[in-house]
T-cell receptor, first 113, second 110 residues
Framework: DAGVIQSPRHEVTEMGQEVTLRCKPI?????LFWYRQTMMRGLELLIY????????DSGMPEDRFSAKMPNASFSTLKIQPSEPRDSAVYFC???????????FGPGTRLTVL | GQQVMQIPQYQHVQEGEDFTTYCNSS?????IQWYKQRPGGHPVFLIQ?????EVKKQKRLTFQFGEAKKNSSLHITATQTTDVGTYFC??????????FGIGTKLQVIP
């Protein structure tokens, strides 16, 4: 059984560029979460979806961040334009039926120069 | 809003010593989960506690949920180098979203 899949695993970009992170949740999971992890702030919930619908985006830092879930097996997190302070590891996680046990993907390490 | 505080933030122990991390919530929790993240890895679910005063064990790991359901602890007996990583608690109060603690980074000195 495949776990949560994220791509790319590493991304290095220059300030001002658009960045798109991708996530495929575990099949059958109806909740999808996007997190950002930094040394200073730990693991922060950015947004989560239920049945492809965004439920809570209060953690999205600002309008430069946007997330979509066009279908049950795919989600994107986009940063446009990117800034050096966006450098972090971004995790996607999924769960089923509202259960609180979350299954995390391997993460995308983003570096904005 | 709900806050989940975790202490200590860092802990260095000699191999064979015990280790404990504590988690405290500003609100009563419905449940609490514990995760482990190895260096360079992603958080991996360890266990969930639901009942007041619940205690669960996984080999050398003992998890407790406080009577008031506002605090929890993870205790590791006789640490090994394989225990190295960051341990997170995550809790939800009522209909609020799950909140993760800052994590405790454990370093085990051989």
């Amino acid at each position: 059984d495949a776990g949560v899949i994220q791509s790319p695993r590493h991304e290095v970009t220059e300030m001002g560029q658009e960045v798109t992170l991708r996530c495929k949740p575990i099949s059958g999971h109806d909740y999808l979460f996007w997190y950002r992890q930094t040394m200073m702030r730990g693991l922060e919930l950015l947004i989560y979806f239920n049945n492809n619908v965004p439920i809570d985006d209060s953690g999205m830092p600002e309008d430069r961040f946007s997330a979509k879930m066009p279908n049950a097996s795919f989600s994107t997190l986009k940063i446009q334009p990117s800034e050096p302070r966006d450098s972090a590891v971004y995790f996607c996680a999924s769960t089923r039926g509202g259960g609180d046990t979350q299954y995390f993907g391997p993460g995308t390490r983003l570096t904005v120069l | 809003g709900q806050q989940v505080m975790q202490i200590p933030q860092y802990q260095h122990v000699q191999e064979g010593e015990d280790f404990t991390t504590y988690c405290n919530s500003s609100t009563t929790l419905s449940n609490i989960q514990w995760y482990k993240q190895r260096p360079g890895g992603h958080p991996v679910f360890l266990i969930q506690l639901v009942k007041s005063g619940e205690v669960k064990k996984q080999k050398r790991l003992t998890f407790q949920f406080g009577e008031a359901k506002k605090n929890s602890s993870l205790h590791i007996t006789a640490t090994q180098t394989t225990d190295v990583g960051t341990y997170f608690c995550a809790g939800r109060g009522g209909y609020q979203k799950v909140t993760f603690g800052i994590g405790t980074k454990l370093q085990v000195i051989p």
